[in-house]
Structure formats: C-alpha cells, structure tokens
C-alpha cells in the first residue's frame, strides 16, 4: 500500500494570512509518531510563520507557535484540526 492523500487545501484570507492543511494516510506510522498519519498545517502572513502542526521521522508530532516547537500528544484527526483551528483563532484574537 503507498501513502494516499487525505486532504490538501490552502486559502489565503482577505487579511493576506494563509491556512494550509495537508495530510496523508501512511501504510505504517513514521517513526517515533505511533499513528498512520503525516500532516503540516500552517497558518502565516507575508512569510512569516504563526502556528504550525506537523510529524516528521526523528522528532514525531509537534508544534509551532510564534516561534516556539512544543510537543504535540497526537490521539484523532479531528482533534489535530480542532486544535490547530483554536490556536489559529487564538493567534488571531485582538
């Protein structure tokens, strides 16, 4: 079985900020990640990186705040968009 494409989508908001989600279902997790899945979701502005969730062999799940690499607890997809999504709005919140 190869890796299939589950979702990959970019919008750029009106305020010129871009959310990317891209994710892929593997055939077998990517070390040391436990689940069957390799994701990026981004959200910037003119280059400039404010939040994003991906996996990669060697470091496993983890985020990206404002800078910062924090670790990530992967357990559903839903949760991983749930959770970028909030952190999303709370970047954006005044």
Partial sequence: MKAELLARTKEIRDDGSIVEVVIWSLPEPLPPSVH???YRLYYGQAGVERVRYDNERGKG???HVN????AYVFELLDKLLDDFERDVQEWRAP
């Fill in 67 to 70: 800078g910062l690499e924090l």
């Fill in 61 to 63: 799940d983890h985020r």
């Fill in 36 to 38: 069957g899945f390799k």
